[in-house]
């Protein structure tokens, strides 16, 4: 079977290890892997969005916000899938209660949403920022998303996170990067089968930004200049991130 793009395994001493740390903000979100039907396209997923979301303005009574990410640079024979959406709120109990709210009365926008989707399943995660985005985010913005899967290398564990980040964090601020760093922890729905610990997502303002960002990872590493990282990640892909809904807490 292909592997999922945003779904992967996590030990419950793990997310201890990560809640013991109160300076870690810590969200919920809710990602589904999909397909366009045939004869269908994007500009279909978007009016039924569209939809959902005036329903949500209506309906849901926490701030829920999503985006939908597209390939930019995707193998499709590791990853079978035409767009991603990702839904995030402040916790998971505020996901479940927009998926609840949602099922008392949006039936008819969820039979629109199969007609034009095929989607492979649905999961929860936890979203772990690690580093702040220096812009604020924008309703409607085009973004680009890296993301990357990872594992801890051997020795290290979650206890080690919190420096590495700073380290890194150092290091970003320095060589100009305004973009933020996200890890998704899995949660229910995760098949139970991946070979990695987590998904590491990265913002960029542009295709160019994440190009020389690449560039100056081979030149850093040429000169000894780039910091130890505690992961081994595979291959990144880069998607286009479109902003579908901007609900955030005041």
């Not at 978007?46 to 916000?65: A, H, I, Q, R, T």
């Not at 039979?111 to 995660?125: H, I, M, Y």
Request: hydrophobic share 35%; proline share 3%; with cysteine.
């Amino acid at each position: 079977m292909k592997k999922i793009i945003l779904i992967l395994s996590i030990t419950f001493t793990g997310l201890t290890q990560i809640f013991a740390d109160d300076h870690i903000e810590i969200t919920g979100m809710v990602a589904m892997q999909c397909q366009i039907e045939e004869g269908k396209d994007m500009n279909d997923v978007m009016k039924v969005l569209d939809e959902w979301s005036e329903y949500g303005d209506e309906n849901f009574s926490e701030p829920f916000s999503a985006w939908i990410l597209t390939p930019v640079y995707m193998s499709t024979s590791d990853f079978d899938l035409d767009f991603v959406f990702l839904g995030f709120a402040d916790s998971l109990g505020a996901i479940g209660k927009a998926e609840d709210e949602f099922r008392k009365a949006g039936q008819k926008i969820g039979e629109k949403w199969e007609r034009v989707t095929n989607c492979s399943g649905q999961s929860l995660n936890f979203n772990v920022e690690a580093r702040t985005p220096k812009n604020e985010w924008v309703e409607g913005a085009v973004n680009y998303t890296s993301i990357e899967s990872c594992s801890l290398k051997e020795g290290k564990t979650n206890n080690d996170l919190k420096a590495n980040d700073e380290l890194w964090n150092n290091y970003l601020d320095e060589a100009g990067f305004e973009g933020g760093y996200w890890r998704w922890w899995p949660e229910t729905g995760s098949p139970t089968d991946n070979d990695f610990d987590y998904l590491l997502a990265v913002d960029f303002s542009s295709i160019e930004e994440y190009g020389n960002a690449r560039d100056n990872r081979i030149e850093s590493m040429m000169a000894g200049t780039r910091p130890e990282q505690i992961h081994d990640c595979n291959t990144p892909r880069l998607y286009e991130s479109t902003n579908v809904r901007l609900r955030l807490a005041e």
